[in-house]
């Protein structure tokens, strides 16, 4: 009897070393040094991801042209990634909309969409800035630049259902999402992705998406592609729920890649 119960003690003790360490109280993990991940339902039937980049220990990157077209999953460019999320809303020939740079060099075809140079883009240098005054063409030194639409949150401000009022479908009803902001310091950058059209999953409106980034610290916030196209890979692996009627990743016009500097 002595034998069996020392027995089942051991084998015990050797399950709890090999359980995985329970996650911190406030819901972050880090994945990697200055990058943190947390996974959660600020509502019910919801589930959001967020991702908290340190700049000075991430760098942001954009794919190439010549990806156009492909799944994150299939990108070279998202080799040695730590995290890669979808970015630019596009057209049927996976052109992006809005203002688009690639390791210095701008895409060479911009899709014509209204109110283009009003759309809110997030350009890096050295630093990275979100400006909802964009440029016809890149300034000098930018080696990224990805649009999207609409504003989320403004010098602080979020947006409200009375903003999405006025664009129904694409902002008061609900979608997956995906979306970037920066903290007041402009040091850290905030990634929101929240999934959708799954059953009773239905995801995000913007202004529901514009309380969470603000709540996680954005000043400054835009939308990006949502919808089928919203991914997330960790590690190169797919971390978002697909929509039950798309369960494969969408080809789209680009992405953002999180790799250590």
Known sequence: MLRLLLTGWMLALLAGCASPPPPPPDGWQTLAPGLTHRAWAPWQNSDVHALRVDLGRVRVTLSP????????DQMPSRRGALASINASFFDREFR???LTVSDSQPWPALLKAPATARDPLLACDTTCTIRFDAPAAPESGWRLAV?????????????????DASCANLCAQT???????????????????????????????????????RELGAVQAFNLDGGGSSTLLIGGESRLPRPLNEPALRRVANALHLTPR
């Open 96 to 98: 992006p909309r809005g």
């Open 175 to 213: 979608h997956p999402r995906t979306a970037v902001g920066l903290d007041a310091s402009g040091r850290q950058l905030i990634v929101l992705l929240a999934a959708g059209r799954r059953g009773d999953l239905k995801g995000l409106t913007l202004a529901q998406t514009a309380q969470l980034m």
């Open 65 to 72: 042209p010549g990806e156009a077209g492909q799944p994150l």
């Open 147 to 163: 649009s999207g639409t609409p504003w989320l949150v403004r010098d602080g401000n979020a947006r409200t259902a009375a903003d």
